[in-house]
């Protein structure tokens, strides 16, 4: 089965607690309360989205964290790559493939055809469609919190 990993699925919903508020400055106990998760694991999540400029950091005693361009410049693919690296289906599917056998593989071509498919769709899902579909953190005018607490599975 091809599933993200819960790292890149805690990137998401903790983005999606940030697009809900555009601007304001959340920190990591304020996420990890808002998303259901535990402080350490939203921070552990943070660093590579601030690496990969999806969020930014504010330091002292009002720092925290805010997107750092608007949910609807935000795609899925841009997730997951800060999360887990460069989309590949398969290591051949990589532009600079290792594989030993490449040079007399017969399948490769597809499977660069279905990660191109792939990265496609997620290239096609911005954060603020997903934010469209979550119920908003507490907070928000809503007064909705996101129900489900994530578990580490």
Same mark, same amino acid.
């Given at each position: 089965? *091809?599933? $993200? &990993? @819960? =790292?890149?699925?805690? %990137?998401? $919903?903790i983005l999606t607690v940030l697009a809900?508020?555009? #601007?304001?400055?959340?920190?990591?106990?304020? *996420?990890? !309360?808002?998303?259901? *998760? !535990?402080?350490?694991?939203?921070? @552990?999540? *943070?660093?590579?989205?601030?690496?990969?400029?999806?969020?930014?950091?504010?330091?002292? $005693?009002?720092?925290?964290?805010?997107?750092?361009?608007?949910? !609807?410049?935000? &795609?899925?693919?841009?997730?997951?790559?800060?999360?887990e690296g460069p989309l590949a289906m398969?290591?051949?599917?990589?532009?600079?493939? !290792?594989?030993?056998?490449?040079?007399?593989? #017969?399948?490769?071509?597809?499977?660069?055809?279905?990660?191109?498919?792939?990265?496609?769709? =997620?290239r096609s899902v911005s954060l603020a469609?997903? =934010? %469209?579909?979550?119920?908003?953190?507490?907070?928000? #005018?809503?007064? @909705?919190?996101?129900? %489900?607490?994530? &578990?580490?599975?």
């Open positions: 089965m *091809l599933r $993200v &990993t @819960k =790292l890149t699925d805690y %990137a998401t $919903v809900a508020r555009p #601007g304001a400055v959340l920190s990591a106990v304020d *996420l990890a !309360e808002q998303a259901g *998760l !535990e402080t350490p694991t939203v921070s @552990k999540v *943070l660093k590579p989205l601030a690496q990969a400029n999806l969020v930014e950091g504010f330091r002292g $005693v009002h720092g925290g964290y805010r997107l750092a361009r608007p949910a !609807e410049a935000i &795609t899925l693919v841009d997730i997951v790559e800060a999360m398969t290591e051949c599917s990589l532009d600079h493939s !290792e594989c030993g056998i490449s040079h007399q593989c #017969g399948v490769r071509a597809n499977w660069r055809r279905i990660n191109d498919v792939v990265a496609d769709a =997620l469609q997903m =934010l %469209a579909d979550a119920p908003l953190p507490s907070g928000t #005018g809503g007064g @909705k919190r996101i129900a %489900a607490r994530l &578990t580490h599975a």
